[in-house]
């Protein structure tokens, strides 16, 4: 084999040129401390600042960090998948965020419980620096994943983590386009054990989370890890039919025993239509969730495109 590195660290990068000296001059010093053979994956999402140059620079100057880069801003599970695809660790790989949110120092911890026998370390966040909405939001959303999701997706953790080799290999083998990591690595299963962490603020600079990426992140863990909406909607139609029954049969008793009441007529007949047309255009909105998914599988899409890699200080396009 060409190369023997033991762990890949992967880190997908967006615009991330004011954390990247803290986060490099971080990552050297964990990789000099830390008394395993690692390299340091970083992957540039399409960046449109100095990060990419930034990146060669570290590349071309210290062999322990590849750098691949993304032919456009595919995503950051798409960067990650990416990383997860190119790294070379035998034995395991850990994943973690550019704003240094997720602390690399970690590294050792993680590794000792993966060298116990466990195959995915997973960081638990016990305390969220983020705004109040937001670690609201982020609250009920693993609350309500908990609950509906076909896979037991562990509660406050994200893609940070540490998978062994075999786990990496059984996500990289799966053919899906729509990639929500952190079920996937939840649905391969073996022993997987939590670590809690204080999530840090970011570094520097701004989230390249916009709400709308968060948002459509959210909806692939629902619609890649549910049915419950699908026959949500079902048990919606049913309940709405029975509903429909009670009221007609409420009216026709009305009709023929108590002729003097009034029946409620225009309001009632305009609210029913468009309660009933909401419920129709919501239920072919979750039916259109499923289809788009298929339709995104059909297509059979590269996951993503790599522009070029620099590994062994050696630049190739790709
Ligand atoms: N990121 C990426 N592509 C994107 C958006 C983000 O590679 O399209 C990277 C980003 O550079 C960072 C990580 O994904 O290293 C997490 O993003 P961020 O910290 O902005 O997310 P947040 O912590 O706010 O959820
Ligand atoms: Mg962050």
Sequence with gaps: MHNDFEVSLLIPLYNEQETFPTLISRLKS?????????????????????????????ALADKRFQCVFL????????????????????????VL???????????NEFYNLIQQGNDVVYAIRKKRKEGV????????????????????????SGDFCMMSRRVLDHINAMPERNRYIRG???????????????????????????????????????????EFPIK?????????????????????????????????????????????CGVQLLSLGVIGEYVLRIYDQVKQRPIFVTDKIIKDKQSSNC
């Design 30 to 58: 964990v990789l000099d401390s830390f008394k395993v053979k690692t390299e340091v994956v970083l992957i540039n999402d399409g960046s449109k600042d100095a990060t990419p140059q930034l990146m060669e620079e570290l």
């Design 71 to 94: 032919s456009r801003n595919h995503g950051h599970q798409y960067a990650l998948s990416a990383g997860m695809f190119h790294c070379r660790a035998t034995k395991a790989v850990m």
């Design 97 to 107: 965020d550019g704003d240094l949110q997720d602390p690399p120092e970690l590294v």
């Design 133 to 156: 909405i937001k670690r609201l939001l982020y609250w009920t959303y693993y609350r309500i994943m908990r609950n509906i999701s076909s896979i037991n997706i562990p509660l406050d």
């Design 184 to 226: 996937m690595r939840s649905w391969v299963g073996f022993k997987q054990v939590g670590y809690e962490y204080e999530r840090s603020e970011r570094e520097a600079g701004e989230s390249k989370y916009s709400f709308k990426m968060l948002w459509r992140l959210a909806y692939s863990g629902i619609f890649n890890f549910s």
């Design 232 to 276: 949500f909607i079902t048990r919606l139609g049913l309940i709405t039919v029975i509903f429909a029954i009670i009221y007609l049969g409420d009216t026709v008793y009305k009709k023929i025993f108590e002729p003097e009441v009034m029946i409620p007529g225009f309001t009632m007949t305009v609210f029913l239509i468009t309660l009933f």
